[in-house]
């Protein structure tokens, strides 16, 4: 998976994360920082993976990590901006 596959995965992940977010609505996030947030965890979880060797280009674990934490970017910018 290459540096396109990566920001693809990344506003994936973020569309649909923020989409099926329950706090959502109550959220003062926005749809672009939803994105912004999958688009930046998954670079940021493919550096860290390269730097540390963990996986190579186009690795199997590259996909599930790329997304595990490009969700976990979502999740917490979306719940961190609701209204409570």
Not at 61 to 75: G, S
């Amino acid at each position: 998976m290459g540096w396109f596959g990566v920001v693809v995965l990344g506003v994936t992940v973020g569309l649909v994360g923020w989409w099926l977010h329950p706090l959502r609505r109550a959220s003062r996030a926005r749809l672009w920082t939803a994105v912004l947030a999958g688009v930046l965890g998954a670079v940021l979880a493919r550096m860290a993976g390269n730097l540390t060797t963990l996986f190579h280009d186009g690795g199997t674990l590259e996909w599930p990590v790329c997304t595990a934490v490009a969700l976990a970017a979502v999740a917490l910018t979306v719940g961190m901006r609701s209204r409570r």
